[in-house]
Every structure is written in structure tokens, then in C-alpha cells.
């Protein structure tokens, strides 16, 4: 078996209950502040959403594929190359396009589409063999990581404890099928005129339509 289907196999046999009980340990009440969905150092705010992620908001906000979803900026230059899955798209200050207010804090106006990254924010989980980065976590706890937040430490009930270890669980289990779908389905595409976009369901033009060009 390959490692990614070994850590997939990993990931569905993952009990949830002691995940919550780490959860618990870190402490987590969202502020609403904001941070996580803005722009930080000058970078616009990166956040991956998948295909049938944003084709949820398309059903909700009945946006076009466009003004939901911006090719993932890695490997991108001077508005030629190929990169590899989505990123909600940003408005012009770099901040999500979806961010908005409400009484002085910031609201999600896609809450109830919002893609699963942003669902367990600021929380991950360290598996083996994924390579996942631990460089920006600042708290851990079993196999719980959780990056730079305002809202860590506060109390987490059970319940919700329970809700968002789930959340990570599936989070982890997508994540893993689209990197091995979008593995099985990579075709380089030989110097594209502009970007073109590779994720689970093949390569794409930045409209989210099908590449019908040359490949290699
Ligand atoms: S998850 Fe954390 S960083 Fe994001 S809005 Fe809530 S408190 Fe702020």
C-alpha cells in the first residue's frame, strides 16, 4: 500500500473521542475576530476549498465558479503555469471575499457552505506519513495541532469538542482523497496560456470549466 493510502486507511480507523478529550485539553472559543480570515504580512488570505466545496456555494450564493475560487497562487508567475487546487478568493484588500461585519465583528457570510478547513480553524492533525507541516502550530495535544488563534484556551464543552473532532476527522479523510485523486489524475500541461489548475477532478481553466488543450 502507499504511504497516502496508508495514512488514508489510518485516518478512517481514528477514534474520535480521545481527539475531543485533546481538544478539550487545549481550550477553544472562536472571538470572531477575524484574523484567520484576513490578509497577514502583506499575503492575501489562503484558504484551500475543494471542488464540491465550492460548487456547495455556488448553490448557496449562486456566485460563479470565479468569484468563490482563485487558483492556489503557488507556481504561478506572471499569470502563466500550472498549480495544484483552489483557495477561496480574496476581495481586494487580500482579505476573504466572504468576510464580512456585523455589531463591530466579522461574520462569514458563506457559514453554513464555509469549507471544512475553515470549519476546524485553528485546529489540524499531525498523521504519519503525511508530511504536514508543524511549523506553525503553537499548542499540541495528542495528535491535535492548533495554530495561532485568539480564542485558544477558553472553555470547550463535550459536545462541541465531540462536533469538531469529527469535523477533523473528515477533514483529514478529504484532504487525503483529493491528494490521491488529484495524484491519479495529474497530466503536466505542457507551457499554458495562463493558469491552469489541477485538483481531484482533473485540470481546469481559472473559471473552474474543464481544460480541453494539449497535454504532455
Ligand atoms: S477562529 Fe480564531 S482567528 Fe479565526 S475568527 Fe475565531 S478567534 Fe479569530
Known amino acids: ?46 484558504a484551500t476549498v475543494f471542488p464540491d466545496e465550492v460548487r456547495a456555494i455556488q448553490t448557496e450564493t449562486g456566485d460563479e465558479w470565479a468569484e468563490i475560487a482563485r487558483p492556489m497562487p503557488f507556481g504561478i508567475e506572471d ?10 478568493q480574496t476581495a481586494p484588500n487580500g482579505d476573504c471575499t466572504f468576510l464580512t461585519s456585523e455589531d463591530d465583528r466579522t461574520r ?5 457552505s464555509r469549507p471544512l ?20 502550530a503553537v499548542e ?14 477558553a472553555e470547550l464543552d ?11 476527522k473528515t477533514r483529514a479523510v478529504r484532504e487525503l482523497e483529493e491528494t490521491i ?4 489524475q495529474y497530466q503536466p500541461v505542457p507551457d499554458p496560456e495562463g493558469v491552469i489548475v489541477h485538483d481531484s477532478e482533473g485540470a481546469k481553466y481559472p473559471d473552474g470549466t474543464a481544460f480541453e488543450g494539449t497535454r504532455r
Do not use: K, N
Open 117 to 136: 478547513l475553515c470549519q476546524t480553524y485553528p485546529f489540524s492533525l499531525s498523521l504519519p506519513g503525511t508530511g504536514v507541516s508543524e511549523d506553525a
Open 79 to 88: 499569470g502563466t503555469g500550472e498549480t495544484f487546487e483552489w483557495a477561496l
Open 1 to 46: 500500500m502507499e504511504r497516502l493510502e496508508a495514512a488514508l486507511e489510518f485516518v478512517r480507523q481514528l477514534d474520535p473521542e480521545p481527539i475531543a478529550r485533546h481538544l478539550q485539553e487545549i481550550g477553544f472559543e472562536c472571538t470572531r475576530c477575524g484574523r484567520c480570515c484576513s490578509a497577514a504580512d502583506g499575503e492575501p488570505h489562503t
Open 158 to 168: 463535550a459536545e462541541r469538542a465531540r462536533s469538531m473532532a469529527e469535523r477533523l
Open 108 to 112: 462569514c457570510s458563506i457559514y453554513g
Open 181 to 184: 485523486a488529484l495524484r491519479e
Open 140 to 153: 499540541s495535544a495528542g495528535r491535535v495541532r492548533a495554530s495561532a488563534c485568539p480564542g485558544l484556551g
